[in-house]
């Protein structure tokens, strides 16, 4: 937030959008510089990267399904017309089709208005090479297709709702 704020006196820049914000360190003071900067865009990239609790305890990550809610609601209602984006990541070793289902329902409930959906490999050196119940390839391709179909329905009505709107 205090970078941000600082950036808001320098001359010419114009625009300052905030990326890679993790949901465990989003402050009120930068949803309020956000909201209030002098060239902060209401723009959020907030790698959510999965919703399932089950999911989330084997990828280490700390937020569960309600909290992660619960700082996206609560980012929309103190940012006016904040565009939010995020990468949620399919075929995570161990998905099962139920966790998948959850991650697709929290897409339709969140409705990013931009969304990249990362597939799943293997990368040596990493705590997840190691995880067992690796989803097949064409399983991954077919999930993040899936997503990708449904956020394409979002990302065109939001662009409607923009319709005879200025920027």
């Not at 790698?47 to 992660?68: D, E, I, T, Y």
């Not at 966790?99 to 409705?111: G, Q, T």
Request: proline fraction near 5%; hydrophobic fraction near 35%.
């Amino acid at each position: 937030a205090s970078l941000l704020a600082a950036l808001g006196s320098v001359p010419y820049l114009r625009w300052v959008r905030c990326h890679y914000a993790y949901p465990r360190q989003l402050s009120g003071n930068l949803l309020c510089q956000l909201a209030t900067g002098k060239n902060t865009l209401p723009y959020l990239d907030m790698p959510v990267q999965h919703c399932s609790n089950a999911v989330l305890r084997r990828m280490r990550r700390g937020r569960g399904q309600h909290k992660l809610k619960e700082l996206l609601h609560r980012v929309r209602d103190d940012v006016p017309d904040v565009v939010l984006r995020s990468s949620p990541i399919v075929g995570f070793p161990g998905e099962s089709d139920a966790e998948f289902e959850e991650l697709r329902h929290f897409v339709d409930e969140m409705r990013f208005e931009r969304l990249g959906v990362f597939k799943y490999s293997d990368e040596e050196g990493t705590d997840a090479y190691a995880l067992g119940g690796k989803i097949p390839g064409r399983i991954i391709r077919s999930r993040h297709d899936k997503i990708m179909r449904r956020q394409r329905r979002i990302h065109q009505a939001h662009l409607k709702s923009l319709i005879g709107t200025v920027h």
